[in-house]
């Protein structure tokens, strides 16, 4: 099994800064990655596919980036609503996911 | 628009069995996978399944091996997942989520939540 390893687990930053998120796989997986967004009680939604691709509808503010073993998360300005828990997602081989990364306003 | 539709709560005692269904709608319900991921409460999410398009194939995880069985009713556009040997560690959300054979999901079902509980 691919085992994903995501980094930091807790991120805390103000409004309009920019972050990342890491995520690293235990084997090369090309770019079969994806990224999620969750919030307090409801479903996860797909921000990002195939480690850069941006699904429709999300903010450019979201990119990915990243191939083989360690991929990004970026928003480029946070605002009010990118508060959350995202997750990374492998789906080379079957599905695995990362262990989140809690983004907390500072 | 695409919909995944799941079934309301549950609660179930340990060594019971509990079955969830995700009624699709929108889209062409043999064209796509369903999987099964769960959440416990505060923790992170866990793949444990899928269906294929033509309803034929199904793979789970390692970890329910033997207690998880995902089928699929196409009068209906109905998936279901059963657990068995339900015990306290089953306790959790449960989302279905449709993806195309590149496997990322694009939809998710709202949940539903097990609680296994004496």
């Known amino acids: 099994d691919i085992q994903m390893t995501q980094s930091p687990s807790t991120l805390s930053a103000s409004v309009g800064d920019r972050v990342s998120i890491t995520c690293r796989a235990s084997?090369?997986?090309?770019?079969?990655l994806a990224w999620y967004q969750q919030k307090p009680g409801k479903a996860p939604k797909l921000l990002i596919y195939?480690?850069?691709s941006l699904e429709s509808g999300v903010p450019s503010r979201f990119s990915g980036s990243g191939s083989g073993t360690e991929f990004t998360l970026t928003i480029s300005s946070l605002q009010p609503d990118d508060f959350a828990t995202y997750y990374c997602?492998?789906?080379?081989?079957?599905?695995?996911f990362g262990q989140g990364t809690k983004l907390e306003i500072k | 628009q695409v919909q995944l539709v799941q079934s309301g709560a549950e609660v179930k005692k340990p060594g019971a069995s509990v079955k969830v269904s995700c009624k699709a709608s929108?889209?062409?319900?043999?064209?796509?996978?369903m999987h099964w991921v769960r959440q416990a409460s505060g923790q992170g999410l866990e793949w444990m399944g899928i269906?294929?398009?033509?309803?034929?194939?199904?793979t789970h995880a390692q970890k329910f091996q033997g207690r998880v069985t995902v089928t699929r009713d196409t009068s209906t556009t109905t998936v279901y997942m059963e657990l068995s040997s339900l015990r306290s560690e089953d306790t959790a959300v449960y989302y279905c989520?449709?993806?195309?054979?590149?496997?990322?999901?694009?939809?998710w079902g709202q949940g539903t939540l097990v609680t296994v509980s004496s």
């Open positions: 997602q492998q789906y080379n081989s079957y599905s695995t």
């Open positions: 195939k480690a850069s």
């Open positions: 989520a449709r993806s195309t054979a590149s496997g990322y999901y694009d939809y």
């Open positions: 929108g889209y062409s319900f043999t064209s796509y996978y």
């Open positions: 269906i294929n398009p033509g309803g034929v194939s199904t």
């Open positions: 084997q090369s997986m090309s770019t079969w």
